[in-house]
């Protein structure tokens, strides 16, 4: 099993603040740290002092960490154009030695996009655009050298792309697929996934989504092996009323974090991951709310990460 830190920076934290923690993440000896890709704060936050481009501070995090992983869980699809998305995590996997994973997605939120001026299709269009993505971002990056890359699809197209540069892992990036669809999604993970991640879910759905991935590359023909992940908010406390402080800190309930996340002492943190494991598991990306508090970090690193 293996732990990775997942930051929601839209909800308020600079760049200096993601350095901190992903430095800690490094030196705690979890095996990525990984941040969303938002524009627009969620809740009830200030978002202060405002968003941060995740592939720019991915780029400078590259620089200045020199083990850990990096990615974003996900980069939507409705951001950018696939070309330059392609030339931007290649650059930034060459930056960092080959340390990058990007994670993608159609994109949800409706009113980041409608404040930044993006376009918000509907979830068919966006669906069929983040296949599309896919495509032209394995493509390009599997593009032998010195031969070039088109594509013609409903939404894009590109003609005779040099297909440069080329990331630092030969064949490009790990990409990850996540969301518990239960048709669309578990097509375009066995198709085109090296990795498919299942957030914010308890383990029984956990296990019907992990099914249906299986399934979909059954019927594809997939030989290739596919990393099973979850994603789940943390909030881990020697004591319940450490616990209650750091819910506090985030504005969330006990309880409620009980039933949806990994919530509770040292102990109870290791045994419902254990379930997760249980169910295949691989990797479990522990999002982080309150990024002030590195010592959260050094005790799931002592507490509950030494343990599995």
């Not at 960092?96 to 269009?125: C, K, N």
């Not at 894009?156 to 630092?168: E, G, I, Q, R």
């Not at 989504?209 to 290739?224: I, L, P, S």
């Amino acid at each position: 099993m293996r732990f990775r830190i997942f930051t929601e920076p839209q909800q308020g934290a600079s760049y200096e603040t993601q350095l901190a923690v992903a430095k800690a993440a490094e030196d705690l000896g979890f095996d990525a740290f990984f941040r969303s890709d938002h524009f627009v704060k969620m809740g009830d936050v200030t978002g202060e002092p405002g968003p941060t481009d995740s592939w720019i501070t991915l780029g400078a995090l590259a620089r200045e960490t020199s083990r850990i992983r990096l990615g974003t869980l996900v980069t939507a699809a409705t951001f950018r154009y696939p070309g330059p998305l392609a030339i931007s995590v290649a650059q930034v996997d060459r930056m960092s030695g080959g340390r990058v994973d990007v994670g993608l997605g159609t994109g949800w939120f409706e009113e980041e996009h409608t404040a930044y001026g993006i376009p918000f299709p509907s979830l068919g269009e966006r669906f069929a655009r983040l296949e599309e993505q896919l495509e032209i971002l394995t493509g390009l990056w599997g593009t032998p050298d010195g031969e070039t890359y088109s594509f013609s699809g409903e939404h894009y197209t590109l003609a005779d792309s040099p297909a440069l540069p080329k990331p630092a892992q030969p064949g490009g990036p790990p990409v990850i697929v996540g969301g518990t669809g239960a048709k669309r999604t578990p097509r375009l993970a066995a198709r085109f996934a090296d990795e498919y991640n299942v957030p914010f879910t308890q383990p029984e759905g956990t296990a019907a989504a992990f099914d249906r991935v299986r399934a979909a590359c059954a019927e594809a023909g997939r030989t290739k092996p596919l990393v099973y992940s979850v994603a789940q908010v943390v909030c881990c406390g020697r004591d319940e009323a450490e616990v209650r402080r750091r819910a506090d800190a985030i504005g969330r309930e006990v309880p409620e974090l009980r039933t949806n996340g990994l919530t509770g002492t040292p102990g109870e943190l290791v045994d419902k991951i254990g379930r997760f494991a249980e169910l295949g598991a691989e990797r479990v990306y522990l999002q982080v709310l309150d990024l002030q508090d590195l010592e959260h970090l050094e005790l799931l690193a002592t507490e509950v990460m030494a343990k599995l």
